[in-house]
Nanobody
Framework: VQLQASGGGSVQAGGSRRLSCSAA????????VAWFRRAPGKEREFVSA????????YYADFAKGRFTISRDNDKKMVYLQMNSLQLDDTAVYYC???????????????????WGQGTLVTVSS
């Protein structure tokens, strides 16, 4: 499956941004799709994931209550709605996919074998 992330840009602290991840390929419903991010000078980290099939969602602690992941299997799209953005949310956001990924590994990037190109979100004061 091929992924393309979009929706990045500049936003003021406290504002919102919605990222989109479009997929090309078959059987999108069979893929767990996740968002990761890499902030300047930091390692890439897990943000959120939507499980294949039923779409169970998972969030990093910093994302809970502020970010919402959703997916539209018919359109092969995954979204990340980000609210109450903070300065340290500035990062390149990547979407990634893995087929039938076990629940234990949804936050582990090495288990994702398909990656989008990343989209930059810059939060300013």
């Amino acid at each position: 499956v091929q992924l393309q992330a979009s929706g990045g840009g500049s936003v003021q602290a406290g504002g919102s941004r919605r990222l989109s991840c479009s997929a090309a390929g078959r059987l999108f419903i069979n893929y767990t799709v996740a968002w990761f991010r890499r902030a300047p000078g930091k390692e890439r980290e897990f943000v959120s994931a939507s499980k294949y099939g039923v779409g169970t969602t998972y969030y990093a602690d910093f994302a809970k209550g502020r970010f919402t992941i959703s997916r539209d299997n018919d359109k092969k799209m995954v979204y990340l709605q980000m609210n109450s953005l903070q300065l340290d949310d500035t990062a390149v956001y990547y979407c990634a996919a893995a087929s039938f990924l076990h629940d234990n590994y949804y936050s582990v990037e090495r288990y994702y074998n398909f990656w989008g190109q990343g989209t930059l979100v810059t939060v300013s004061s």
